[in-house]
């Protein structure tokens, strides 16, 4: 009861239900009390005989099959979703239902800090537990898929598909847990996280805010990319690239044996350089 609003408590003290609400998971499970909660508000339409206070999976269909009928009818927007985890007893979806049973009936909203999701599992327990006490990925399942699942699966792969979602949602929190608590996991930083992180400097900014102390213990002044200290000088350095330019007594020698060459049969060769002990040539075409 303590998952439950104020506002919706009070509310449901004030309709004088047959069954008082101790724990909702259970009390809501087979519908018996949401139909009592609409016959105060449709008293010609609901009628109470038509629906059993049992708690077989049996009983739980029957109710919840004539209600979402006249949930359609109604137009009331009770997700499918919650109605289904009501059923199988997940954690806080039947504090979900009540509340949007209480918004539709009043017309009033519910205030809470933070919004519900319809992700019914066990996550947020488990993360209040210490790390030896969670569960491994076989609890997960046996937690978070219910016996009556089972049995009310429509087939195979609907049960598998819920199965894995179970597994993957259970696999990111193992993962979360590892970031958490690496030496626990024997996890080693990578070159990246060790590698010392440099700050960025702004132009403009006083140099004694963004000093930084060296190895030897001296303070070394930072240089800005935007300006160039009067201290730093700069040499020209020529690169003479070898085989790149050749020389003009070759090209005439070249020049002169093609004019000798009679019968066209000359295929000249200009050497551009050596690399790795192979020499590179350029073959001159007529």
Not at 96 to 122: A, C, G, I, K, M
Not at 175 to 183: A, E
Not at 207 to 228: D, E, L, M, T, Y
Not at 251 to 273: E, F, S, V, W
Request: charged share 20%.
């Amino acid at each position: 009861m303590n998952a439950l609003p104020r506002e919706v408590l009070k509310w449901l003290q004030s309709l004088d239900l047959s069954i008082s609400v101790k724990n909702p998971k259970w009390d809501f499970s087979n519908g018996y009390l949401v139909a009592e909660i609409l016959s105060w508000y449709h008293p010609k339409e609901i009628k109470m005989h038509s629906y059993n206070n049992g708690t077989s999976i049996q009983s739980k269909i029957l109710n919840w099959d004539l209600l979402e009928t006249f949930f359609k009818n109604k137009n009331y927007t009770i997700d499918g979703d919650v109605i289904e985890g009501t059923i199988h007893c997940k954690s806080a979806a039947a504090e979900v239902l009540v509340e949007q049973l209480y918004t539709t009936l009043t017309n009033r909203p519910t205030y809470r800090l933070t919004p519900r999701t319809h992700t019914f599992n066990d996550l947020s327990y488990q993360s209040k537990l210490p790390l030896h006490a969670r569960a491994t990925t076989s609890t997960a399942i046996k937690n978070n898929l219910a016996n009556t699942e089972l049995e009310t699966g429509p087939d195979t792969n609907h049960l598998c598909n819920k199965t894995q979602q179970i597994i993957s949602l259970h696999l990111q929190h193992k993962q979360h847990q590892r970031i958490q608590d690496p030496d626990r996991f024997g996890i080693k930083p990578t070159l990246g996280e060790l590698r010392p992180k440099a700050n960025k400097i702004v132009a403009g900014h006083d140099c004694r805010a963004n000093c930084q102390v060296s190895s030897s213990g001296r303070k070394s002044r930072p240089v800005s990319a935007n300006k160039i200290p009067e201290n730093v000088q700069f040499a020209e350095i020529s690169v003479k690239q070898l085989g790149r330019d050749v020389p003009a007594h070759k090209m005439a020698q070249l020049q002169d044996n093609l004019d000798n060459d009679m019968y066209g049969t000359y295929q000249p060769t200009i050497a551009l350089g050596e690399t790795n002990g192979f020499t590179a040539v350029a073959q001159h075409t007529r």
